[in-house]
């Protein structure tokens, strides 16, 4: 069965304020870094999944918009990839 490897990235809408992101970036300035600006926090969430590709994709988006992030306040951004299969310890003999 395949295998696939997930990543959602989460992210805090445009519209809503980040305050983390805001200290952190008034943090850079502080320290000389004048040029970083629009600076936002987020969360990266690696999780591996098995089953058929769309039945997946389908149970990530779910997991994504139900589980890992609030869909009000927040945007979500999916990738997944397919693992190699592994050899078999049979198949190396």
């Not at 305050?19 to 502080?30: H, I, K, W, Y």
Request: hydrophobic share 45%; aromatic share 2%.
């Amino acid at each position: 069965m395949p295998r696939f490897h997930a990543v959602v990235n989460v992210m805090l809408r445009k519209a809503i304020l980040d305050p983390q992101g805001r200290a952190v970036e008034a943090t850079l300035r502080r320290l000389g870094h004048h040029n970083v600006a629009d600076l936002r926090i987020g969360k990266r969430i690696e999780l591996t999944l098995e089953g058929e590709h769309n039945a997946v994709h389908a149970q990530l988006t779910e997991l994504a918009a139900k589980v890992l992030s609030n869909p009000v306040m927040e945007d979500v951004r999916i990738e997944m990839s397919e693992l190699a299969a592994e050899a078999s310890p049979e198949a190396a003999a």
